[in-house]
Every structure is written in structure tokens, then in C-alpha cells.
């Protein structure tokens, strides 16, 4: 083929605008397809290769959006070549557009739904929400991001939003005064998610008294479970502006306090050392920090020690206190180290005749 066909070729393009615009759409449909070999035999390729999972799954969901944007943006060109009869001229660009838009919309759903699925297992794990809170979350964000696509759509369409902004912030003030304790105890559970003040699994005391474990953090209300198995549901507004006791933060150990008195005259060194030993043999009081033996005061009938120590977990702490009294008992009793108990001696005075 000569230079000269070449030119001729070019001239028919620009005397027949049809066939040019048919050109263009065939060049980038072309391209598109070079595109698609090009992930399809190298990309996902080299995505097998990595250790991690996500890639391929991102590559599949993004492998049709982007072949069909490039395919539209091919129409696209074509049209914006030829000026077209109302409401020609507006309305096919801004199908064009409207079709890229939703493609990318069903990309960018698929790939936070995929997220939000890997990313479930690791939150439950943690216990640091529940699961419905989690999952209020997730469909929160989908409905923030098919919003800002519909408000996208409206402005490739060139519709109005004004009057969209003012009715939706007029419905706004009346679904907040509507649902006004709702939305406390909603942003009460987003402030105890900020903060991190507790996680599912954690044993924390109210300031009411109440202490137990957290079996799970809702959207409207926390449940905590007391250790006489009761359950007790606290609304996420309350809960924000209470004073909270963590006994699981910063460190899960929890140091539980035993009181023993002994009596006066006992040997002070050996209460120590058998307070000491009853606690290293108790498989379930940790081994750092040690445990330790505090004399706290000269009592009415006995001299008044604390064994300090800690256990793995709070949950821990009643039934260690009692393992750990009847074991000092025993201890004592093997030592004849003597408990004092209260006592009373009545003396009667016998009164003469006379």
C-alpha cells in the first residue's frame, strides 16, 4: 500500500463523518480488547503469584469495568464528534456516562463487599464489636456510597439538586426529632467503638455496681452478662457518659487481694513465707509479676496480712480467692499458725448475803 492510498483513505474519513465515527468506536474497541488479553495473560499472572488472596479477587472485579470504560469512552468520542438535533445531543453523552458511572458503582460495591467479608472474621475475632454493629457499618458505608453516586448521576443528567438539598435536610430535622433517643444510643455506640472503651469479652463494673462480662456491643444498647448468669442491657447512651471500670485493659491479668489474720505472737516471717508458697502452687496465679505478701495493720484480736497476686483473666478472680482460703487454711493448720476468732469471757461476780 502506497503513502498516496494512505492519504486518500484519511480524506474519505474526514468527508464521511459516519464511517470516522465508526472508526474511532472500532479503534478503541480494539484497544479495549488489547487491554483484556493484557490482564487477563499478565496481570492475573503475576497476582498468582503474590501470597496474598485479595489481588486476584480485586483484579477479577476490576478486569470487565475497566475494558468497558474503555469501550465506552470510544462511544463517548464518537458522539462528541457529530453535532446532533436536541435532546440528542445531551441525552447519548449522558448515557455514555451514566453506563461508566454504574459500572464503576457495581466495581467499587463488589470490592468493599469483599473487604467487609475479610474483614468480619478478624473484627468477631478481636471481639472488638458485635457483629451487627459491624454490619450496620458496612451497610451504612454502601448506602453513603450508592448516595454519592445517585447525587453524580443527577449532575451528568444536569438536574437541579437545590431543591433535592433543601427537602432532604427539612426530612433530616424531622427524622432527628422523631428518633432523637435512638440516635443518642446509635452515636453512644460509635463513641464506645472510638474510644475503644471495651470490647466484647471484656469484665467491666458500671458505676452503678453492676460487673460483668460484655457478650456484646449492639447498635442501640451493650449487654453484659453478671457472674450469677443474669443479663443486663445498658442503652449505648447511658454507657457514653458513665464512668466505666475496664478490668480487662490495659492487660487481661487481674490482681485479686486476699485477707488473712493471724494471731498475736505468730512468727510474722513464716505467715509470709506460707502465704508465698500457698500462691506458687496454685497453677492459675501467674508467675509475673510475683506474687507478694503486705502486712496492712495491728487488728482488734489479730495481725491483718494481704496475699496480692495475679490471675490470667478477671473472670478468674472468685474462684481463685476461694481456692487460694482454703488452701492458706490448710497451710496454717499444718503449721499451727493460729486464726484468731472473736471472743468473749464473762466473769460473774458473786455478791455476798450481808
Not at 91 to 106: C, G, N
Not at 125 to 139: Q, S, T, V
Not at 140 to 145: A, D, K, N, T
Not at 300 to 324: T, Y
Request: proline share 4%.
Amino acid at each position: 500500500m502506497e503513502y498516496t492510498d494512505l492519504f486518500v483513505g484519511f480524506h474519505l474519513l474526514d468527508e464521511n463523518l459516519a464511517l470516522k465515527q465508526i472508526v474511532i468506536v472500532a479503534i478503541y474497541a480494539l484497544f479495549a480488547k488489547i487491554v483484556d488479553l493484557f490482564i487477563d495473560k499478565v496481570i492475573k499472572r503475576l497476582t498468582r503469584r503474590t501470597s496474598i488472596a485479595f489481588d486476584d479477587d480485586l483484579i477479577s472485579i476490576l478486569h470487565g469495568p475497566i475494558c468497558g470504560t474503555i469501550f465506552l469512552l470510544g462511544i463517548q468520542h464518537a458522539l462528541v464528534l457529530r453535532v446532533m438535533n436536541p435532546p440528542w445531543q445531551t441525552v447519548l453523552p449522558a448515557a455514555a456516562k451514566t453506563f461508566v458511572l454504574l459500572i464503576w458503582l457495581v466495581a467499587a460495591i463488589r470490592i468493599f463487599n469483599r473487604l467487609a467479608e475479610q474483614s468480619l472474621v478478624k473484627v468477631l475475632a478481636r471481639g472488638k464489636i458485635g457483629k451487627d454493629l459491624f454490619l450496620l457499618f458496612k451497610n451504612l458505608i454502601r448506602v453513603v456510597v450508592v448516595v454519592a453516586a445517585l447525587l453524580w448521576l443527577l449532575s451528568i443528567w444536569e438536574v437541579n439538586l437545590t431543591p433535592l438539598f433543601a427537602s432532604a435536610g427539612i426530612a433530616g430535622i424531622a427524622v432527628a426529632l422523631a428518633a432523637k433517643d435512638t440516635l443518642a444510643n446509635f452515636f453512644g455506640g460509635i463513641s464506645i467503638f472510638v474510644d475503644n472503651t471495651f470490647k466484647v469479652g471484656d469484665y467491666i463494673v458500671l458505676d452503678s455496681g453492676e460487673r460483668g462480662e460484655v457478650v456484646e456491643i449492639g447498635i442501640r444498647s451493650t449487654r453484659i452478662k453478671t457472674r450469677d448468669d443474669i443479663l443486663i442491657t445498658i442503652p449505648n447512651a447511658i454507657l457514653a457518659n458513665s464512668k466505666i471500670v475496664n478490668e480487662s485493659a490495659p492487660i487481661p491479668r487481674f490482681r485479686i487481694r486476699v485477707p488473712v489474720g493471724v494471731a498475736y505472737g505468730s512468727n510474722l516471717e513464716e505467715v509470709e513465707a506460707v502465704l508465698l508458697a500457698v500462691a506458687a502452687a496454685n497453677e492459675n496465679v501467674v508467675r509475673d509479676p510475683a506474687p507478694r505478701v503486705r502486712m496492712r495493720q495491728f487488728g482488734n484480736s489479730s495481725v491483718d496480712f494481704q496475699l496480692l497476686c495475679w490471675v490470667e483473666d478477671p473472670s478468674l478472680r472468685g474462684l481463685e480467692i476461694h481456692n487460694l482460703l482454703k488452701a492458706v487454711y490448710s497451710a496454717f493448720d499444718d503449721k499451727n499458725i493460729s486464726i484468731p476468732f472473736p471472743q468473749r469471757d464473762v466473769h460473774l461476780i458473786q455478791q455476798s448475803d450481808s
